[in-house]
């Protein structure tokens, strides 16, 4: 039990760095060395360095972003933590945008060792294959393709 703990402590830091809107403490604090990270299924970072390298974009055009979450799933016992997040910004030109996105994460001694993120058209494949309930209200109006997830609020 005493292990679970700061599992759950580490992964409450980890949440609210994304909800502060700080990428970067999230990826650097949490992200093991060694952590492999996958968006929709394709492997994008062998490596925290490169997961760092892959967010300098986004950090060069946000000049503010929060995270909002819902339905976190945590097992303690296994180290894997789902749950949906929604980050609303605002670009460096002042247009407000809004990513929506389905973590899946594997913690193992006390940093992230894999995360999967899914958006657009593969999250909504998985909601048919039942990996996730339906939630309306993540999902695209139009299918985007899986690259343009990020759309002005209200569009």
């Given at each position: 039990m005493s292990h679970q703990i700061?599992?759950?402590?580490?992964l409450d830091d980890f949440l609210l760095s994304l909800a502060r809107g700080d990428l970067l403490d999230a990826v650097e604090t949490h992200y093991s060395p060694d952590a492999r990270l996958f968006?929709?299924?394709?492997?994008?970072?062998?490596?925290?360095?490169?997961?760092?390298?892959?967010?300098?974009?986004?950090?060069?055009?946000?000049?503010?972003?929060r995270g909002t979450f819902d339905d976190l799933a945590c097992e303690r016992d296994t180290?894997?933590?789902?749950?949906?997040?929604?980050?609303?910004?605002?670009?460096?030109?002042?247009?407000?945008?809004r990513e929506e996105v389905f973590h899946a994460q594997v913690w193992a001694g006390g940093e992230i060792v894999e995360e999967r993120q899914y958006r657009g058209e593969t999250l909504a494949r998985l909601f048919g294959r039942g990996f996730a309930a339906p939630r309306s209200r993540l999902l695209p109006v139009s299918p985007a393709p899986a690259m343009a997830v990020a759309r002005a609020i209200g569009a």
């Open positions: 700061p599992f759950r402590s580490k968006e929709n299924d394709i492997l994008v970072a062998r490596d925290r360095r490169t997961a760092l390298r892959k967010l300098q974009p986004v950090l060069r055009r946000f000049a503010m972003v180290g894997r933590v789902r749950f949906y997040c929604r980050t609303d910004g605002v670009d460096i030109d002042g247009r407000v945008v």
